[in-house]
């Protein structure tokens, strides 16, 4: 039962406390079991009824002394290196001691610092990966899956080993060729990661034992100091690491870490792969739900900065407006920047004509583009500093808005299939160049499980608690319809290095983007480890099929649709059944679920047929000269 402790103390309870005959109590409990999880299937009931054994055989009275003797104290809430804002204001409130604070150590403009999460060290997991370099392949597989950015790797030079601790790994870097003679490690954050063991399922190399689970608190003797000297190694210049495959995106640092989602969420990958790619240049309107709670809640804040400082701009507003509050988000960049270069060009005389010539029609297209203008930036505000005239101080104010600003727009299916749609579309509508990120984990999470129009056919929900009686909204074929949204599909489990494309595709796309990423969840009922394998499958039987539509390539006479996915090669019903979702109407309703099952296998090849057929369509009369 992995974490659940429930039925164990309460077996606990009940068998010393006496507030009910020991026997009696028992039996109650048992049948509380049966009621409560019953609709989850005989295994939970019996994984259950065992617990309630197990609790009684081992139950034994333990003789403490009368007096504290133990010289072991609770650690303190945050690192004691930790900046003092975050040890004398966080600290507390971690600790449940927020309302012994006083007003005073409040900051007056109500601003707290992110990049929080990194001093909260919760050492969650009881078994954390270890890795072992002999046999890595190098292939960022781990890092790319891990929902809590503890598990990260870098190339760095050689002689930056001649000070890491004695127990730090490393090994010479493979199939880096922007990196030549450097060293790579694969280093684990093991007092932030949360034993999911995710990362160990998407290795390759597995087998090899190159990453293994193993029990925590040994290493904290060790790895805590070579994390220290990990994130002590200087990130690789952006602009040489390859970003376009899953080994060279995982070397960017991601800017997302350590949230408070639970062990192995499908959601928040994408969420650190967004910060990864697109960095302190990314500006975020966060729908309400999961995404919002894990990124926006007090007192520690996942979203990070990177070396100099910088980090991604993120804001919340409600749940029914997130799209538009996002479309606000280009609306003022796209205005600043215009500002910004009227400005530049009435002092062209005094900013120079060259400099304002190259700052006004910078190609930002590539990240080299990009720190390419980052240092006419630098140039710019260098030259304005401390001129008087009022025209050079708004220019000043505004010299950041000439790098490019990549808007996204995130959320889960409750907000963007059903509560935000209005918005959702209007925005997808107006042509304008965001992107919308759709965690899709086909309930409302953050409320625990309501259906929403994702929800698919057969499975059970709130609201759906004899199993959805119809199909899932087809969000990514309305979209398609437009023909000018950039529209993809994807699983990161099934293929990490189409989620990694697909990411990089719709950002360069000049318009507007709609990305819809499966994400398991603890409300799809299934052991959470199994999560990538869930998503592998539901690609694999082709439940979800993996795409991208690129309007670009209808100028140029080519069908927009690609097809990702391969034709299926396994069974719905088979992902189906390993989830809690479908097999609980089984126990049900036997007949009702076998009736509903069998027309949600046709649903998916329905829409796959439809797809195939949208993807054959010739183009070539749309080709632009
Ligand atoms: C208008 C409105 N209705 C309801 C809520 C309560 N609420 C907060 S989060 C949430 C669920 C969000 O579900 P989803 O969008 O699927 O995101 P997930 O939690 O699955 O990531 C709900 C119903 C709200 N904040 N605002
Ligand atoms: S076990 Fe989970 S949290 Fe820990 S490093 Fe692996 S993927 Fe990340
Ligand atoms: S997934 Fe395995 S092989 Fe790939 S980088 Fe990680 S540890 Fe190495
Ligand atoms: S409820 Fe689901 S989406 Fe939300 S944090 Fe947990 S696993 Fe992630």
Redesign the pocket.
């Known amino acids: 039962m992995g974490g659940r402790i429930n039925t164990i103390m309460q077996t606990c309870f009940f068998a010393i406390s006496g507030v009910l005959p020991r026997d009696e109590a028992i039996e109650q409990i048992k049948k509380a079991i049966k009621k409560t999880y019953g609709k989850k299937g005989d295994a939970v009931v019996q994984q259950n009824f065992a617990a309630v054994d197990g609790s009684l055989e081992h139950l034994h009275e333990v003789k403490y002394p009368n007096k504290v003797t133990s010289t072991i104290h609770r650690l303190p809430p945050v690192a004691d290196n930790a900046p003092e804002f975050v040890k004398e204001v966080l600290g507390p409130i971690i600790f449940a001691h927020g309302d012994k604070l006083p007003v005073s150590k409040m900051p007056v403009d109500g601003a707290f610092p992110t990049a929080t999460t990194q001093w909260e060290k919760r050492n969650i ?1 009881l078994e ?2 270890v890795w072992d370099p002999t046999a890595c392949a190098q292939c960022g597989k ?1 890092a790319i ?4 950015a ?2 990260r790797q870098k190339v760095y030079d050689p002689a930056l080993l001649d000070k890491a601790p004695a127990t730090f790994k490393s090994t010479d870097a493979k199939g880096y060729k922007e990196f030549p003679g450097a060293k790579f490690t694969v280093q ?1 954050a093991v007092e932030d ?8 399922e998407s290795c390759p190399t597995k087998a090899k034992g190159t990453l293994t689970m193993a029990p925590q608190v040994p290493l904290r003797e060790t790895e805590p100091a070579n994390w220290d000297f990990f994130m002590s190694i200087p990130d690789p210049d952006r602009s040489k690491v390859s970003q376009g495959t899953v080994k060279g995106s995982q070397l960017l640092r991601p800017l997302f870490e350590f949230s408070g989602a639970c ?2 969420c499908g959601e928040t990958p994408y969420v650190k792969l967004l910060s990864q790619l697109f960095g302190d240049r990314a500006l975020i309107a966060n729908a309400t739900g999961c995404s919002s709670i894990y990124g926006g809640n007090l007192p520690t804040t996942p979203w990070a900065k990177n070396a100099e400082g910088k980090g991604p701009s993120w804001a919340n507003s409600l749940f029914e407006d997130n799209a538009e509050f996002g479309l606000g988000m280009r609306l003022t960049a796209d205005k600043q920047h215009e500002y910004a270069c009227e400005l530049a060009k009435l002092l062209a005389d005094k900013i120079g004509a060259e400099l304002c010539e190259a700052l006004v029609n910078a190609d930002q297209k590539t990240e080299a583009g990009i720190a390419a203008q980052r240092a006419r930036v630098a140039e710019l505000k260098a030259k304005l500093e401390g001129d008087e005239d009022p025209k050079a101080k708004e220019l000043l104010s505004l010299a950041d808005a000439f790098v490019k600003k990549s808007v996204w727009i995130l959320g889960g299916d409750g907000w963007a299939y059903d509560i935000g749609y209005g918005g959702v579309d209007h925005v997808l509508a107006s042509g304008r160049n965001v992107n919308i990120l759709v965690l899709d984990t086909e309930v409302y999470s953050n409320t625990g499980g309501q259906a929403s129009k994702s929800t698919p056919r057969a499975a059970v929900a709130k609201f759906a608690a004899k199993g959805k009686e119809l199909p899932k909204k087809d969000l990514g074929y309305i979209a398609m319809t437009y023909g000018y949204v950039y529209v993809g599909h994807v699983a990161i489990g099934a293929n990490d290095a189409q989620t990694v494309k697909t990411f990089l595709e719709a950002e360069a796309y000049d318009g507007p983007s709609l990305i819809i990423a499966y994400s398991h969840c603890i409300n799809h009922g299934i052991n959470m480890r199994n999560g990538l394998a869930q998503q592998k499958l539901a690609v694999d039987s082709g439940l979800w099929s993996l795409y991208r539509y690129n309007p670009d390539k209808i100028a140029l006479g080519e069908n927009p649709l690609t097809i990702d996915s391969k034709e299926p090669t396994k069974d719905v019903v088979e992902y189906a059944y390993n989830e809690n979702r479908y097999k609980q109407l089984l126990k049900l309703d036997e007949a009702r679920a076998e009736a509903l099952m069998k027309k949600a296998v046709k649903d998916v090849q329905k829409r796959n047929t439809l797809y195939k057929q949208l993807a054959d369509l010739d183009y070539s009369m749309s080709k632009e000269d």
């Open positions: 997991a954390v990966p781990c899956v891990c929902p809590h503890a598990i684990i990661c949360t034993g999911c063991g995710l990362c160990v062990a192995g």
